[in-house]
């Protein structure tokens, strides 16, 4: 086939927020209070289009649009903005246009963005909502919040059990039914609503009419309690390969369903949320304020300031053997970093599996073994290779050895520090991925530090 005949290859698609021309032209606009402009320049655009470029202006700008043009932006925008934003904005929007969008989001969308508003506005938009909005979003926020009740979406197709795949068909197609925007599976229920079974409606579309549901349904579901936390949720999903699953009550009652784009957006959530966590870092958001991330990152860098005074003073007992060798000063600060970075692979491995629930009571002591075993076989390497140069640097072989065994004894020590410091918070009841890395830091310090100067100090110059 000749290049002619090919198809043009289609351009990468630039998202509005990365145009800079773009940007600045929303900025321009909301500065000189142009709603026309405004709404000109988001008209056409995707609701999730337009929540990027409101996540991507300043506050000020995202305030402007929001009350210039808010009511006139479409409801899906509200469900795609980050939770900080959209709490930012919310009270600069008309009540009775966010009354009218919980109405035509989806009920679990709904409900997060019905968190997000102050409770004394929420009065006022429930008010403008209709009924049943009102009460989806009201029992919505009845649960606990990152629990599958406040996760799931309470609008699903279920069957009694005694349906063919033609009543359902039938029944879906009739103009009064309410169906989901989106839906995977057709939950087959008992006369008290508990679900027994789902069918795929892939299977149900290639299945004869007159064929019972009973007949094509799989058996038995994996269920969703409304109280189970949303990361077992997507850890549930993750394991079973699941699209969909019904929501139940304590009774085993049908509530709603959870569908696998929820899933995706609570995946990504946790994984960041444990990636900062193990820098120290709670918060992230590009709309954060100076004054916020200080006030989120401070206070564990104080506590790195005391491990880092300690380590100080460790050093500071071994002054008469540094002033008599200066050897030590330059290469102590080797033996710390190598174990701190030591400690620090077993920590990533160690809070992974934490987080996804493969390091468990039952399989600790085999990764602990594991994780111990690998730092010393790497302590062993980096020990030889170290010893050689510094032999090669001072040409001192008791340096050589001294070095070489404060590696190894620090690889050793940071490989069980890596894994069995996040197992002891988790033990007390502490989150592992928020505090281990400065404990972890801090071990290894030390004890490369004592271990080095000591064993230089007994070595060289005892």
Known sequence: MSIENEPAAEQVRQAPSEDAHFIASIVGAAGDHDGPALRRHLANLDPADIADVIEHVPLETALTIAKMVGRHLPPEFLANLSWERREEILPELPADYVGRALGQLDTDDAAAVAADIDEKQLGKVLAAADEDTRLAVEEALSFEEETAGRLMQREYVAAPEGDTVGDVIDRMREDSAELPDEFFEIYVVDALMRPIGAVRVSSLLRTRRETPLADIMRSPLILIHTEMDQEEVAQTFQKYHMASAPVVDEAGR????????????????????????????SEAAQTDSVFKSVRARAPWLLV???????????????????????????LMPIVASMGGNAGTQTLAVAVR???????????ALRYVVREAMTAMSNGVIFAVVLAVVVLVWFHMPLLSLAIAAAILINFACAGLAGILVPLTLRRFG??????SSVFVTFVTDIVGFMAFLGLATVILLS
């Not at 995706?264 to 193990?278: A, H, N, Q, Y």
């Not at 540094?322 to 050897?327: C, G, K, V």
């Not at 599996?353 to 399989?363: F, K, Y």
């Open 254 to 281: 049908i509530k709603g369903m959870v569908t696998v784009d929820d899933i995706v957006d609570i995946i990504t959530e946790e994984s960041e949320e444990d990636l900062l966590k193990l820098a120290g870092v």
């Open 304 to 330: 790195n300031l005391g491990t880092a005074i300690i380590a100080s003073w460790v050093i500071a007992n071994f002054e008469g053997s540094i002033n008599q060798l200066i050897a030590l000063a330059v």
């Open 353 to 363: 599996a934490i987080a996804s629930r493969d390091l468990t009571e039952s399989n």
């Open 430 to 435: 502490a989150d592992p991925a928020v505090s």
